[in-house]
């Protein structure tokens, strides 16, 4: 599958090599195409994983996450919605705003989410909500000693959902909950700064969630 991935941070680059490593095509979408680090993951990840601009990426996708940072969320959207038409657009954005010295904060979150901001500045995308409550380096091949966390996603069409399973479930994870709506959102952003109070709590930066059932 070709798959675009739209920024070129950390979970871009992690998804990257995953993605090369499960044989998938691959393009990072960027402002800078010439970006050093880039250029050295080009060498590493071989002629399937390509580097152009944002809308480069969104046009070569069939599946398309969107991984910016979330003030730079808007204006990347506004620039890439004519390619992302008709197409699922996975979310892992958190909506967060970063003060020095302390825990991220939501900059949405009672009332609406950024995961329903996604959807409603993409009206004619199929905008998935996944991945946004674990680490980069665990999004492939999440194993933990004590198995495999559970990945919550949410979207509005149940085609999109479906998709997006299949593919989480080739990326090694194995209970995925789907919540419903993009609204549950709502739900999943939050999760991310529990994550963030938990390492701070336990001085660890690789854990997941997971839901035991009896
Ligand atoms: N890091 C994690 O483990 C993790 C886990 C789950 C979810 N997330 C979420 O995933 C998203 C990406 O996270 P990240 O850690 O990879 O990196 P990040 O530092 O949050 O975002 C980096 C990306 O945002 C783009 N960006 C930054 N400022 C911009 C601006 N003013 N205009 C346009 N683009 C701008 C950069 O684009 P250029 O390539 O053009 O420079 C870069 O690709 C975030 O929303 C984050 O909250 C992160």
């Known amino acids: 599958m070709r798959i675009g991935l ?3 941070g950390d979970v871009a680059q992690s998804l990257a090599k995953g993605f090369i490593g499960m044989d998938h095509e691959v393009m990072i979408g960027t402002r800078d195409p010439g970006k ?23 046009n070569f996708g069939e599946i398309v996450f969107l ?14 919605r004519p390619q992302l038409a008709g197409k699922i657009v996975i979310d892992v954005t958190n909506p967060l705003i970063f003060n020095d010295g302390e825990p991220p904060q939501l900059a949405v979150g009672h009332t609406i989410s950024g995961g329903e901001i ?3 500045s993409l009206p004619d995308s199929h905008v998935v909500k996944a991945l946004n409550i674990i680490n980069h380096q665990n999004m492939i091949q999440p194993k933990y000693k004590s198995g495999v966390p559970t990945m919550f996603v949410c979207g509005n ?11 989480l479930h080739e990326m090694g994870w194995e209970d995925i909950v789907d919540l419903g709506g993009i609204e549950k959102s709502r739900l999943l952003e939050p999760l991310c700064l529990l994550w963030v109070e938990y390492g701070i ?6 854990h997941a969630f997971s839901v035991l059932a009896k």
Not at 69 to 77: F, R
């Open 118 to 120: 996604v959807q409603q």
């Open 201 to 206: 709590a336990k001085n660890t930066w690789s």
């Open 6 to 8: 739209v920024g070129s």
């Open 157 to 167: 069409n149940k085609s999109a959902i479906n998709h997006t399973g299949e593919l």
């Open 67 to 80: 991984a910016v940072a979330w003030h730079a969320g808007e204006d990347v959207i506004a620039q890439i």
């Open 36 to 58: 050093k680090d880039l250029e050295k993951l080009k060498t590493k990840l071989g002629k399937h994983f390509t580097v152009g601009t944002t809308t480069e990426a969104a």
